[in-house]
Each structure stands twice: as C-alpha cells, then as structure tokens.
T-cell receptor, first 113, second 113 residues
Framework: KQEVTQIPAALSVPEGENLVLNCSFT??????LQWFRQDPGKGLTSLLL?????REQTSGRLNASLDKSSGRSTLYIAASQPGDSATYLC????????????FGKGTKLTVNP | DVKVTQSSRYLVKRTGEKVFLECVQD?????MFWYRQDPGLGLRLIYF???????EKGDIPEGYSVSREKKERFSLILESASTNQTSMYLC????????????FGPGTRLTVL
C-alpha cells in the first residue's frame, strides 16, 4: 500500500530565505505527483503537477523535483515571503489506471517578517 | 478556471440527523471525489465517482453514502450523523484522462453535536 511521508511536519523561517520541503513515497510506480497549498480552514490549491516521465516543474518562485527511483520529491521555494505561510501537501497518483491520490500529512510553513 | 463549489462552508448538525453535503463542478469533469481531513490523519478518501451513477468506495466509506445523478453534482450523505463524523469535508474533481489533475472545493466544516 502506497504511503506518503512529509518531513518536517512544521517549519519556521525568516522572510527571504530559500527553503526545501520534502516528500517521500514507498512505491515508486506512480503516474504523477502533485503539490498543493492549503490555507487555514480552506480547500486545497494545486501548485505543481509532475508527470511520471518528468523530473521537475517550475512555477514562479516554486520548483518541484521528482526522483521516482528513490521515492522522493522536493518543493523548493525561493525568496520566501510571509504570504507563503500555509500548509503544503504532497500527493501521489498510483499506476494501474487509478486516478486516486494518496496524500501526505503536510508541512506547515511559517515565514516570519 | 476550474471551479468546484460546496454548498456550505460551515454546518452544525445533531447526532442522528441525515446530512447532505453537495458539490458542484463546472468543467465537465468525469471524476469526482469526497475526502475528509482530520488533524494528524491527513486527507482520506471516502468515495470516488468516475461517471454518472457510478461510484467506488475509498478508504473510509463506513457511515457514508454518495449520489451522482448529474455529471456536475456529487453528493455525500451521512445517513445518521455521529460525533466522530465531525470533520472538514473536501470535494474534488478531475478529468478521466492523464494526468488526472485534481481541483478542490473550499471545504465544509461539519460539526455534529
């Protein structure tokens, strides 16, 4: 059974710092990996999706990488801002025709002014 | 932009009541999902629908049922609400073609007293 782990559970950094969030998964047979952002009490916003054939995706200050063989993904946030404070969730889609996602429990990021 | 809406942001019900949570998407997506999110447990899939009148159980279907009579609408039903169903409920939708990007609604915070 696929399991997704995100470490650390919480992270606090000063504004302007570059940071990396980690995601690991136990079964490397995935068809995609998606990073989401969730603000308190709100739904999830899709940030980046990496297809199984890709190694990374970029959007603005965000860069996500995928290493299927090692079962790892990272989300790199450059020049962090207080507005980046949120919980970041990683989710993987299993192969075999399933469209369902398995989620990690998230990393709560706080960027201090 | 894809829009997924949920009928209520906050809902308070009594134990034993029948509860309906409604989700509507406007992008003609085939797939729709219901999740619940609890602290320390992350997002867990309750039910998944891949077409009108078609459904599949997720990881925690006990105590819930679903209805999908129209493509754009997916309802989650709590037949007899219990206090352990107090949670944040999130609806999502996706196309049935790769890469199956999921789009989420804003969530419904349900409290069962």
């Amino acid at each position: 059974k696929q399991e997704v782990t995100q470490i650390p559970a919480a992270l606090s950094v000063p504004e302007g710092e570059n940071l990396v969030l980690n995601c690991s998964f136990t079964d490397s047979a995935i068809y995609n990996l998606q990073w989401f952002r969730q603000d308190p009490g709100k739904g999830l916003t899709s940030l980046l999706l990496i297809q199984s054939s890709q190694r990374e995706q970029t959007s603005g200050r965000l860069n996500a990488s995928l290493d299927k063989s090692s079962g790892r993904s990272t989300l790199y946030i450059a020049a962090s801002q207080p507005g980046d404070s949120a919980t970041y969730l990683c989710a993987v889609g299993a192969q075999g025709g399933s469209e369902k996602l398995v989620f990690g429990k998230g990393t709560k990021l706080t960027v201090n002014p | 932009d894809v829009k997924v809406t949920q009928s209520s942001r906050y809902l308070v019900k009594r134990t034993g009541e029948k509860v309906f949570l409604e989700c509507v998407q406007d992008m003609d997506h085939e797939n729709m999902f219901w999740y619940r999110q609890d602290p320390g447990l992350g997002l867990r899939l309750i039910y998944f629908s891949y077409d009108v009148k078609m459904k599949e159980k997720g990881d925690i279907p006990e105590g819930y049922s679903v209805s999908r009579e129209k493509k754009e609408r997916f309802s989650l039903i709590l037949e007899s609400a219990s206090t352990n169903q107090t949670s944040m409920y999130l609806c999502a939708s996706s196309l049935s073609v790769y890469p199956y990007t999921q789009y989420f609604g804003p969530g419904t915070r349900l409290t069962v007293l």
